[in-house]
């Protein structure tokens, strides 16, 4: 924040230009730097007291059965990228803003892998790690798992796709209870949005799936 406050011209008419560039270019910092070396370049929250977000990301990661124990390649990437490689994955790192009911924009860098799991024939993985949030999260992974119908139908053409969505998160010190109650908001936000975003998936998918069947 010093160097926010002193590197911008805050008398000057584009302010506010200033500040988008000026965040746009530690983000392009924080991220090459995240490639290079991985969770031990993610942030410290030390706004009250001081959390590693790599920490804070590797209990919630061994907490993640499901990665690692179902999709064990995925979970070590997950915990050890960029020493760590995963032949065949497709990976973007990438920044939003998302709106949640009722709190603040936030502000996330992500880190997604798209990953066919040789563990789990005709099962595609999408994987969203966070490396950034401006608040609320010290951590979050988001996994969505679509498995294709094939076997169940002894078809060579899947009738269709079964999808899974798990998503987890660790907040900061969030207050709850009252009539404040952050937490509860930020909780009922996520849910919201999980519940959209599965309608429009299964929307999507359905679309897709009669368009591959008149072709």
Not at 15 to 42: C, I, K, L, P
Not at 59 to 70: N, Q, T
Not at 146 to 157: F, L, Q, R, Y
Request: glycine residues 6%.
């Amino acid at each position: 924040m010093d160097k926010l406050r002193t590197t911008i011209d805050w008398s000057s008419r584009d302010a506010a230009t200033q500040v988008a560039a000026y965040v746009r270019e530690r983000m392009v910092e924080y991220v090459t730097d995240y490639r290079g070396r991985g969770n031990a370049a993610m942030v410290v929250y030390d706004d009250l007291g001081s959390v590693h977000a790599s920490d804070a990301l590797d209990a919630m990661l061994r907490d993640s059965s499901f990665v690692f124990s179902v999709v064990p390649s995925l979970g070590r990437h997950l915990a050890s990228y960029p020493r760590d490689t995963l032949a065949g994955a497709e990976e973007v790192l990438f920044w939003s803003l998302e709106d949640l009911p009722h709190v603040r924009r936030v502000l996330r860098i992500t880190h997604q892998t798209v990953y066919e799991a040789p563990e789990l024939p005709g099962t595609t993985v999408f994987a969203a790690k966070q490396i950034y949030a401006d608040h609320y999260f010290e951590a979050g992974l988001e996994v969505l798992t679509a498995v294709d119908d094939t076997t169940s139908t002894g078809s060579a053409t899947p009738a269709g796709i079964t999808l899974v969505a798990v998503r987890r998160y660790r907040f900061d010190h969030l207050p709850s209870g009252g009539l404040l109650n952050l937490r509860g908001r930020v909780i009922g936000g996520l849910r919201d949005n999980v519940r959209s975003d599965l309608a429009r998936l299964k929307r999507e998918s359905e679309l897709a799936l009669r368009a591959a069947g008149t072709q």
